[in-house]
């Protein structure tokens, strides 16, 4: 099993910069892909960010250019650098592992003000 821990989500005037962090424990796999999705208020969980462990990445075209996807195994720690932020990036932000079952952390809250 593996545990999924989200932090630094904030609230940020349009046009700032967070970081968010995924700290993993327990079982971690060099197969593992980690994904950001988020979530918005009454909309569907979606797509962000993912990254496998050996740091490939690939992105949702909504942040493409804006969002950086990061991890650092050393520390068991995957990132997340959003910069340019859009008052449309307001969601809650989750980190996900799949396994044949999927793992999620509980969440960080990020609000952008226009």
């Known amino acids: 099993q593996v545990q999924l821990v989200e932090s630094g989500g904030d609230l940020v005037q349009a046009g700032g910069s967070l970081r968010l962090s995924c700290s993993a424990s327990?079982?971690?796999?060099?197969?593992?892909?980690t994904h950001w999705y988020r979530q918005a208020p009454g909309k569907q969980r979606e797509f962000v960010a993912g990254i496998t462990y050996g740091g490939s990445t690939n992105y949702a075209d909504s942040v493409k250019g804006r969002f950086a996807i990061s991890r650092d195994n050393t520390k068991n720690t995957v990132y997340l650098q959003m910069n340019g932020l859009k008052p449309e990036d307001t969601a809650v932000y989750y980190c996900?592992?799949?396994?044949?079952?999927?793992?999620w952390g509980q969440g960080t809250q990020v609000t952008v003000s226009s």
């Open positions: 327990g079982t971690i796999f060099s197969t593992d892909v």
């Open positions: 996900n592992v799949n396994r044949g079952r999927a793992y």
